[in-house]
């Protein structure tokens, strides 16, 4: 995607994990109908020995992209399905742990596989999704789950109800445990991030429309574009799901929405657009948002 520049999620991990100490550090998330379940298990083992107790795996069973994108990434065969997502979830999980997985054979004999040969620990898996499908699947494997509220909004209340009531503990879990993502912009002024938040609301509002994908617009570019009603009316859509404003509003706010639904942790998504005389490798509107946010909390 024009607008997205992590594609390789556990290289940029271990970019990250190399310049940190004490932040967790995760992929929210891996694709599983795009990976063959030993790959991820074996990236994410790794990625755990180089920063034990930091790793989080989100795992999810939606393409990610379009279809084009997708046959390109099973240009080899099909490593994974959807049919098979449960399944390869539990794999994923026997492998990084210190027992492995065992394959056993119809004509007899078995084989163990883990994804490193001495796993001292392993990586806090979660599973992602904005369904009832999702929410049911991590209920009755005993999995945390995120709901994908940044990107979709929708049935949140239905898919949390769904996951709690339907609930089997696990032994690394015997609660649930819940997680919200939100998009959020903050600045000095109400003004300043309404404006910031534009040029994001317009791409999602060409996702939505399925329009083509184009590299995000500057704040400038986004203000000046033409208006029609159908993106206005996606742009509003979006807006009233997220939270800009102050960094004292918008804390409020999710403070405010996170004690709502009962919630265990929040990711915030700083979705700040930047103005043209700003650096577009130096994102200033997104550190200022979650700087603001973060001294009002």
């Known amino acids: 995607m024009p607008a997205v520049a992590s594609t390789t999620p556990p290289v940029l991990i271990a970019a990250a994990a190399a310049r940190t100490s004490r932040i967790r550090l995760g992929s929210g998330g891996v694709m599983l109908p795009n990976h063959a379940p030993l790959i991820v298990a074996e990236q994410f083992a790794a990625l755990e020995a180089i920063a034990p107790g930091r790793i989080d795996l989100g795992l999810g069973r939606a393409p990610g992209s379009d279809p084009v994108i997708t046959q390109l990434l099973r240009a080899t065969g099909t490593p994974s399905d959807v049919e098979q997502f449960p399944r390869h979830v539990q794999d994923i999980a026997l492998l990084m742990s210190g027992e492995g997985a065992t394959v056993r054979f119809t004509s007899g004999g078995e084989y163990t596989v883990r994804s490193t040969p001495a796993a001292t620990g392993t990586p806090e898996v979660w599973l992602l999704g904005s369904s009832d499908y999702s929410a049911q699947l991590a209920a009755s494997q005993g999995l945390p789950y995120v709901f994908a509220n940044h990107f979709s909004g929708q049935g949140l209340e239905r898919a949390l109800d769904l996951y709690r009531t339907g609930y089997q503990p696990s032994e690394a879990h015997p609660e649930p445990r819940t997680f919200l993502t939100v998009n959020v912009v ?5 003004e300043e991030a309404e404006a910031r938040a534009l040029p994001q609301l317009r791409m999602m509002s060409r996702l939505r429309l399925n329009k083509p994908l184009i590299a995000l617009e500057t704040v400038e570019e986004a203000l000046g574009a033409e208006p029609d009603a159908a993106t206005e009316q996606a742009v509003q859509a979006g807006r009233s799901r997220w939270f800009v404003g102050t960094g004292e509003s918008v804390a409020a706010e999710v403070r405010a929405f996170a004690e709502k639904h009962g919630v265990d942790e929040v990711m915030l998504s700083p979705v700040a657009g930047a103005y043209e005389a700003e650096p577009k ?15 009002a909390l």
């Open 186 to 190: 903050a600045a000095p002024t109400a």
């Open 281 to 295: 490798d130096a994102p200033a509107g997104r550190a200022e948002t979650l700087e603001l946010v973060a001294a």
